[in-house]
């Protein structure tokens, strides 16, 4: 039999999908299952985007130009003078999804080998992306006890070789919700300038943040300009995870003008998922305020019910809509299993997503889950009762 890649074979499995046999079965057998393993929204896309769609008169599906469409780039300049960024077209490349942006850069910014510090837990993909790139990932962990705050600035340095590129965050965090302050970013950027990396910040999720707190994006300052790349996406922001519509934006024309020549190897973004995410670029103010008060109402009723669980301990997330939630067990991965082969109350049960397969050491997390509220409130709160139930059973059996 042929033998296949060593780096095929090595790709980590994702947390967030790698028990969908088990909730498949579950579901096959007449179980509600709850997801609360994965960050698909269930509010509604703007009427806009999908309208478009559907109003449609194209005969056929041309090719688009490999940077995305100029009006589309443009209206997207747009939406960032809005929160306070000054961005020209040229300053993005439009891609299929945040995941091939984050994959280009890898790709763009390393040679084999070569380093990324992450702090984790982190997005799981973004392992992936780095040994599909042949890329090195340097990790430093962030603790459950600190709230997943960024380690002292001292620690990444200390982490800085003569291999290492870049720098890489989630701001908010997936998966824990941390948002990143404005010292933190000051702190990074002064560090990229101080031994000339680019520092790329994913801010995937920059509407999602609650208690009065403000993202800071790290395209603020243009003494960074060509260290800074930022990572964006519709996915989360207008729930067109569908779509698979995300951008690369930066200040630095040489990485762009590189970037380009991946982008140019798949063609073009999707004709009609761009022509979707262009015009939820229309959607009013009040759409993200109701959405944002959506997401604030469902992180109250969840960290409500979760700390009245004996034994469970949650992150306080400021950002995003996930938090992590450490459990009174030896084995999240084991209790997640058994949740979707072994248990149900009142015909439901829940999917999580192990908090391990978010670090890069597998025995770090090991009692932690990362829960996303991105259900409406009621399925949430009947989650919290299932995960309830469930660790009684768990602890019993």
């Known amino acids: ?34 997801h609360l393993n994965i960050g698909q929204p269930d509010i509604k896309a703007p009427k806009e985007a999908l309208q478009v769609v559907k109003e449609s008169s194209l005969e056929l599906l041309p090719y ?37 942006a984050i994959y280009f850069t890898f790709s763009v910014l390393c040679d084999a080998d070569e380093e990324v510090i992450i702090p984790e837990p982190s997005y799981a993909n973004y392992n992936g992306f780095a040994a599909a790139a042949n890329v090195k990932v340097v990790p430093i962990v962030s603790t459950f006890e600190d709230q997943f705050k960024l380690p002292d600035i001292e620690e990444i340095a200390a982490k800085i070789g003569s291999k290492t590129k870049a720098i890489l965050i989630c701001n908010p965090s997936n998966p824990t919700g941390y948002l990143y302050g404005p010292s933190e970013i000051e702190a990074l950027g002064q560090l990229a300038l101080k031994h000339d990396l680019f520092l790329i910040v994913d801010e995937v999720y920059r509407e999602f ?24 996406s519709v996915s989360k922001r207008y729930s067109l995870c569908g779509a698979r519509v995300g951008c690369i934006v930066s200040r630095n024309t040489h990485f762009l003008d590189v970037a380009l020549k991946f982008a140019h190897l798949r063609l073009s973004p999707a004709t009609y998922a761009l022509m979707a995410s262009e015009a939820a670029l229309d959607a009013p103010q009040a759409y993200y305020d109701q959405v944002i008060e959506e997401y604030t109402h469902r992180r109250s009723v969840l960290i409500g019910a979760l700390e009245k669980i004996q034994g469970v301990q949650i992150s306080k997330p400021k950002g995003a809509f996930y938090c992590i939630a450490a459990l009174p067990v030896e084995d999240a991965e084991d209790f997640s299993k058994f949740l979707l082969t072994d248990f149900s109350y009142q015909g439901a049960t829940v999917m999580l997503a192990p908090a391990s397969g978010f670090y890069s050491d597998p025995e770090l997390g090991k009692n932690q889950v990362r829960i996303a509220f991105v259900l409406e409130a009621a399925r949430l709160q009947q989650a919290a009762t299932i995960l309830k139930k469930g660790l009684e059973a768990y602890q019993n059996s």
């Open 1 to 34: 039999m042929p033998q296949l890649s060593q780096k095929g074979i090595s790709l980590p499995a994702s947390p967030i999908r790698k028990l969908i046999a088990f909730a498949d079965l579950a579901k096959r057998n007449g179980i509600d299952v709850l």
């Open 209 to 232: 943040v609650y208690d009065g707190a403000i993202h800071h994006s790290v395209l603020k300052n243009e003494d960074w300009r060509d260290h800074a790349i930022m990572i964006d």
């Open 64 to 100: 688009g130009p490999s940077q995305g469409t100029e009006t589309y780039r443009s209206k997207l300049c747009e939406y960032y003078t809005k929160r306070g960024l000054s961005i020209v077209p040229e300053n993005i490349l439009v891609t299929s999804g945040a995941s091939e």
